[in-house]
């Protein structure tokens, strides 16, 4: 019962993230993906591209370590702390840039940042050159259920096109988070 009622959840989120893509273009110009949390991975559920290109493409079902990922950090960033060190304390991923966050503290500092902004940022983290920003999506009880980003490459990600980019985005994972129930 519990993996259906989590297989439904996951097709209600795909749903509502397709549907809310078709009926709103303020994001078109980037290329937006969805995650759910799998452990210490996320894996991407679904993805509106733009017609500019990243370099990098996002699959369905592709999975990335999400300490790494603009979605994986706006998603840990809901997880008790506790959990959160039992998740990393035996584990940490193979970094995939040489930017990629090396620990968990320096996680944890990320985490801090990502809850006064109200979004993640991955400065490279995945892809040198490429920067995501992260939202995570919330169900009715507060507690994470996805995550959405937006991927720019390296010269986009100005200062002020970062604040408004985020804030378009915080925007949107609140609209799902309403859609689904939250």
């Known amino acids: ?12 989120i795909v749903r509502e993230f397709q549907s809310h893509f078709a009926d709103n273009s303020a994001l078109a110009e980037h290329t937006v ?10 894996i991407y559920l679904g993805c509106q591209n733009s017609n ?28 008790p702390t506790q ?6 304390s035996n584990y940490w991923p193979k970094p995939l840039t040489r930017s ?14 990502i809850r006064q902004r109200g979004y993640s940022i991955d400065d490279g983290q995945i892809r040198e050159g490429m920067i995501c920003i992260g939202a995570a999506i919330r169900d009715f ?29 915080r925007q949107t994972a609140d609209a799902l988070s309403k859609r689904l129930g939250a």
């Open 1 to 12: 019962m519990q993996w259906a009622n989590g297989f439904l959840a996951q097709q209600d």
């Open 33 to 42: 993906t969805l995650t759910v949390l799998d452990g210490t991975d996320v």
């Open 52 to 79: 500019k290109p990243l370099g990098f493409t996002f699959r369905i079902g592709m999975r990335l370590p999400a300490v790494f990922t603009a979605t994986g950090k706006a998603q840990l960033e809901t997880v």
């Open 83 to 88: 959990r959160l060190e039992d998740m990393f």
């Open 100 to 113: 990629s966050v090396k620990s968990l503290e320096a996680l944890k500092c990320e985490l801090k940042e």
């Open 141 to 169: 009880s507060g507690r994470s259920i996805g995550g959405v980003a937006i991927s720019l490459i390296e010269s986009e990600a100005l200062p002020d096109v970062l604040d408004r980019v985020g804030l378009e985005l």
